[in-house]
């Protein structure tokens, strides 16, 4: 197994399954995606040249950020998910969608430049308080979703810019 830090980019393999609502997982540095076509698209070139590539990518640098080390980067990926099952009540999907990890890589995934640093931003966002992450959910699921996409949402919450 490849440490993240010796990841400079990620490959696309067609996953054998997947959840219909995954575009794809990171797995130990590889993508697996539920079309060929996105596992084609990571595959055309060495560059980032997609959102989605970067988006997987700053996953790469998060888990370079617990200690280089998949294991506990997913350990604390699946606990961030767990700690935020109480979101399911609003949206299946705000459990995931509200992860530090996840916010990071949304929040940053059009900045191309992003993913080679050192990706540790979702550190900070494990201090939001419960109550606050939770009014964050509730106000992009009750009134932002269909207006503006996560990742502008989670811009004009988290760094006061406009989308």
Not at 75 to 88: D, G, P
């Amino acid at each position: 197994m490849v440490k993240p830090s010796k990841i400079k980019t990620i490959k696309g393999k067609k996953a054998l399954f997947l959840p219909k609502n995954f575009k794809g997982i990171t797995l130990f540095g590889v993508v697996y995606c539920n079309k060929k076509e996105d596992a084609d698209e990571l595959n055309k070139s060495e560059m980032i040249d997609s959102d989605f590539k970067n988006h997987e990518l700053i996953h790469v640098r998060q888990a370079e950020s617990t200690n280089d080390s998949w294991v506990l980067f997913y350990l604390k990926y699946v606990a961030e998910w767990i700690k935020n099952l109480n979101l399911i009540t609003i949206d299946i999907n705000a459990p995931y969608k509200f992860m530090p990890m996840e916010m990071e890589a949304y929040l940053n995934e059009r900045n191309w430049e992003y993913s080679s640093a050192k990706a540790t931003q979702w550190k900070e966002f494990e201090k939001i308080p419960k109550k606050e992450l939770r009014e964050m959910a509730e106000d992009y699921y009750d009134n932002c979703r269909f207006k503006e996409t996560f990742t502008s949402f989670l811009k004009r919450k988290l760094t006061n810019e406009q989308p």
